[in-house]
């Protein structure tokens, strides 16, 4: 019937490692045990991994990444996403393995890369490096699954100007395009499960103004490949969805 070929599915994004806000998780977690997608996302960020900043000052390097690391594998361990995209944060390990003129670091990155991939492998999800050219998407096909690139005041609409129909996080902005096209088309832009007064880094940019936690949830059609999304966003310290203050 066609009411059974719609499947429900859950997207999160930049939760950044040990920076996650735990009322965030917390409330991003129940929604997913009462919503029961089938399909989990994982839009990247899962760590933070400022220690390996290019601009990174010596109190964040002393931190090291080990206790980041695994606070994002604990939220794998109950998000258990079939999806990752990596993201720009992610990235950094395979940066400074490739790119790092210390060699002892460089040699670390690499066998701390190395860990990464095989754990991911063993989790048995799905998931794509940090470059502009790769996307993922869920099996019955539907929107382009990216962490994001672009910062601009209208992220969605930049985000449909690069790959059509598409979901991203990378710029804790929730936002939404419906496109003025022939064949319709939309984009929606996932907020922060991260801990917003703790990035300390982007305080002196305006657009942290436009941050907010939130996640996304959806429906999809695995016959015609129609889909539809929803916000879930931290509002005047209450979290609002299409469905009322959850």
């Known amino acids: 019937s066609k009411t059974m070929s719609w499947e429900k599915s859950m997207f999160i994004g930049c939760s950044h490692g040990d920076l996650i806000d735990r009322e965030a998780e917390k409330v991003a977690k129940q929604f997913m045990e009462d919503w029961k997608p089938k399909h989990r996302v994982h839009l990247g960020d899962l760590w933070d991994f400022r220690a390996l900043r290019r601009g990174a000052g010596p109190e964040e390097r002393a931190e090291?990444?080990?206790y980041d690391y695994n606070c994002g594998n604990e939220l794998l361990d109950w998000f258990k996403p079939q999806l990752l995209t990596l993201g720009n944060h992610d990235h950094r390990v395979w940066r400074a393995a490739g790119e790092s003129s210390q060699g002892v670091l460089a040699e670390f990155c690499q066998g701390f890369a190395d860990e990464i991939e095989t754990d991911l492998r063993k989790r048995k999800l799905k998931w794509c490096h940090y470059t502009v050219s790769n996307y993922l998407q869920l099996p019955m096909g539907?929107?382009?699954?990216v962490h994001g690139s672009r910062s601009t005041v209208h992220p969605a609409k930049a985000l449909f100007d690069d790959y059509g129909n598409a979901i991203c996080a990378h710029v804790h902005k929730p936002d939404y395009y419906a496109a003025r096209h022939i064949d319709g088309?939309?984009?929606h832009v996932v907020g922060t499960?991260?801990?917003i007064s703790k990035m300390t880094y982007a305080d002196s940019y305006t657009a942290k103004l436009?941050?907010?936690n939130s996640f996304l949830y959806g429906i999809h059609?695995?016959?015609t490949?129609?889909?539809k999304c929803w916000d879930v966003t931290k509002e005047d310290g209450q979290w609002v969805s299409p469905m009322g203050v959850i």
């Open 142 to 145: 539907g929107p382009k699954i």
């Open 225 to 227: 490949g129609a889909w």
């Open 64 to 66: 090291g990444v080990r």
């Open 185 to 187: 088309g939309k984009a």
């Open 193 to 195: 499960l991260g801990n």
């Open 210 to 212: 436009g941050w907010r």
């Open 221 to 223: 059609n695995t016959k």
